[in-house]
Nanobody, 122 residues
């Protein structure tokens, strides 16, 4: 099991930037895939971005391309999501997740953080 703890959420204005962090612990991280998901009220949890822990390869949902950057710092066992040009549509609870196989659907992941709220005002 991987224990995940998100931080960095908050209330920002449209156009602002925000960086989320996800601290991981609990097992070796070889060959794991980590991801950021988000869930807005009344909506299903959706993928934002994915990163391979070993090679750092990344994938982004169209909603994140060009605005968000996913990264990891292996020495600190921490993953990040740098978000810029935020809009009210980005308002959601953001979750980090991990598994051994990747994937874009939330049910593919078996390790989750508690989530961090991001609210973007217009």
């Amino acid at each position: 099991q991987v224990h995940l703890v998100e931080s960095g959420g908050g209330l920002v204005q449209a156009g602002d930037s925000l960086t989320l962090s996800c601290a991981a612990s609990g097992r070796t991280f070889d060959n794991i895939v980590m991801a950021w998901f988000r869930q807005a009220p009344g909506k299903e949890r959706e993928i934002v971005a994915i990163i391979g822990w070993n090679d750092g390869g990344t994938w982004y949902d169209d909603s994140a391309k060009g605005r968000f950057t996913i990264s990891r710092e292996t020495a600190k066992n921490t993953m990040y999501l740098q978000m810029s040009s935020l809009t009210p549509e980005d308002t959601a609870i953001y979750y980090c997740a991990a598994n051994s196989g990747g994937g874009i659907m939330y049910y593919s992941y078996d390790n989750w953080g508690q989530g961090t709220q991001v609210t973007v005002s217009s």
